[in-house]
């Protein structure tokens, strides 16, 4: 699944405005197994929160290439936690 890279700073923004960027960074540098148990739990949360943004996060947990492009993105950028 291709995912559109416009709205990576707006993600970025997101996950650093709830303190997460940093959980989210060590998320998206783990192995497969702990990626992908972290997109399923992303997934899990469904039904109880509706946000496009955490089912986003989960699709580029799942995918390792956009993990991997998505972790350059925010460590290429400037983001104050």
């Known amino acids: 699944?291709?995912?559109?890279?416009?709205?990576?700073?707006?993600?970025a923004q997101y996950l650093q405005r709830y303190h997460l960027l940093g959980l989210f960074r060590?998320?998206?540098?783990?192995?497969?197994p702990v990626r992908i148990v972290a997109a399923q739990s992303l997934w899990m949360t469904q039904p109880f929160v509706q946000n496009?943004?955490?089912?986003?996060?989960?699709?580029?947990?799942?995918?390792?290439e956009q993990s991997k492009?998505?972790?350059?993105?925010?460590?290429?950028?400037?983001?104050?936690?």
């Open 1 to 11: 699944m291709q995912i559109n890279q416009n709205n990576w700073h707006h993600w």
């Open 26 to 32: 060590f998320l998206l540098d783990a192995t497969g």
């Open 52 to 64: 496009s943004i955490i089912s986003q996060l989960a699709s580029v947990l799942e995918d390792q």
């Open 69 to 81: 492009a998505f972790l350059e993105y925010v460590n290429n950028r400037e983001f104050n936690e």
